[in-house]
């Protein structure tokens, strides 16, 4: 696949700074870019390898300072990384869809196919399952009895929807992905054991959703599991039956939420963040990695961090006292030295 300056700018809507016949054939890292490579510059960071990277074309945003002698084609753009992002998606074909229902795959007859289908060997669709339009459905996946799955939705290999499971348009479930399991529910009992309770409720998941490897999300013990549409989840991530995860959230890996915690919309989520249960979480609230989230934040668009979670303004004054320790324990023991021996000469 090749493009020139000038179609690639047309394409994604930009203003042209240098010669529009600049042909280039692949996407590169802009230190490694050469004569042929399209690269970006989003992060100011990178701003300085303008001046040294050999990539024929440059995608910049509009507002981007270009200074000194520079080899690059520069398209301008609205944002540099959502337009990359675009490119991306022109040379891998991810847009590219395939359809049919694959000889080794089982397709209930009870099952309601839509258009343009695709449905991968070994993969089984039960009874009751609705499929939308151009819906992909790769290899080694089951989806449960009366699923549904909305239009323009793909489930990588090896994913497993439980009964009752319903996927909004335009989603992506990435590899390994476990969704509608049974929510962790166990009655202690006198005896020390623990009585499992049923887990009655399914998983609903809106429109324009991206989760990623190995996550799971449980049902509901009754009701639902919820996320909202445009919510983005990483790989390795846990999410516990009832939790609701409101409007465009993003969610690093490793997080875990727990049982009946309501989330709301635009929340920043970063990685190995932990939530006990029954919390709620206001809207546009930001937590910093490795995060423990012990109770409920009603005040929105506040920044968190730290185990227990504290605003985080004031961890990083904890963690720069946390540094300060040793030396303030050194001048104590001096200080207790220094008095001690004020009192023996008192004493004397």
Known sequence: MQFTAKE??????????GNPDVVVRKLAKIEEADEESVSFIANPKYAVYLN???????????????????????????????????????????????????????????AKLGKDVFIGNFSY???????????????????????????????????????DTIVGAHCHIHSGTVIGSDGFGFAPQKDGTFQKINQNGNVII????????????????????????????????HIAHNVEIGENTVIAGQTGISGSTKIDKQCVIGGQVGFVGHL??????????????????????????????????DSLRLIN???????????????????????ALKND
């Open 280 to 313: 709620y979480i206001a809207p546009g609230s930001q937590f910093g990695a490795q995060s423990g989230i012990n109770k409920s934040i009603k005040t929105p668009n506040k920044k968190w961090n730290g185990s227990p979670a504290v605003e985080y303004m």
């Open 321 to 343: 006292h946390n540094r300060n320790l040793p030396e303030v324990e050194k001048r104590l023991r001096l200080l207790e030295d220094q008095l001690k021996s004020l009192l």
């Open 206 to 237: 809106g429109d324009h959703v991206d989760i990623g490897a190995n996550s799971t999300i449980d049902r509901a013990t009754m009701g639902s599991t919820v996320i909202h549409k445009g919510v983005k989840i990483d790989n390795l991530v």
């Open 52 to 110: 040294t990277t050999k990539a024929g074309i440059l995608i910049v945003s509009k507002d981007f300072e270009a200074s000194g002698t520079y080899h690059s084609v520069l398209v301008r753009v609205e944002d540099a990384y959502t337009s990359f992002t675009k490119l991306l998606n022109m040379f891998s074909g991810s847009d590219s869809k395939v359809s049919g229902v694959e000889p080794m795959a089982f397709v209930s007859q009870k």
């Open 125 to 163: 669709i039960a009874d009751d399952v609705e499929i939308g339009d151009n819906v992909q459905i790769y290899p080694n996946c089951f989806i449960g009895k009366g699923s549904k799955i909305g239009d323009n939705t793909r489930v990588f290999p090896n994913c497993t929807l439980y009964h």
């Open 8 to 17: 690639l700018a047309e394409r994604l809507d930009g203003l042209l700074e």
